[in-house]
């Protein structure tokens, strides 16, 4: 299984990217796929990643980060086997590594903001974004 994430790049502030990820290896149909980036290290010192936005694999709801609700939207192809982030408006604060992941299918038990519970992973797109 490979997911292999693109359309990162360097934006001044209030312009827009589309992230891409394309899946093989694996269909998406049903999964649920989480866009993260980098969040501050856990009281262990681990690295954590916070969930941008996902949808979930058991009804096609879409979630957000509290902080990119009205800016980002997360969406699927299916006939591609791809899932996007249309990134509007962008801040300083959004830049980070954004990495594409994605639960097995019927995992819906398990909590979707947790970075921990996803099996597969891309090796993250760099977004810049500039004052």
């Known amino acids: 299984v490979q997911l292999v994430e693109s359309g990162g790049g360097l934006v001044q502030a209030g312009g827009s990217l589309r992230l891409s990820c394309v899946a093989s290896?694996?269909?998406?149909?049903?999964?649920?796929i989480g866009w993260f980036r980098e969040g501050p290290p856990n009281e262990r010192g681990r690295v954590s990643y916070?969930?941008?936005?996902?949808?979930?694999?058991?009804?096609?709801?879409?979630h957000y980060l509290d902080s990119v609700k009205g800016r980002f939207t997360i969406s699927r192809d299916r006939n591609k086997n791809m899932v996007f982030l249309q990134m509007n408006n962008l801040e300083v604060g959004d830049t980070a590594v954004y990495y594409c992941?994605?639960?097995?299918?019927?995992?819906?038990?398990?909590?979707?903001?947790?970075?921990?519970?996803?099996?597969?992973w891309g090796r993250g797109t760099q977004v810049t974004v500039s004052s």
């Open positions: 992941a994605a639960m097995r299918r019927g995992d819906y038990s398990k909590n979707p903001r947790a970075d921990n519970e996803y099996d597969y």
């Open positions: 916070i969930a941008v936005a996902y949808i979930n694999g058991s009804d096609g709801s879409t």
């Open positions: 290896g694996v269909t998406l149909d049903d999964h649920t």
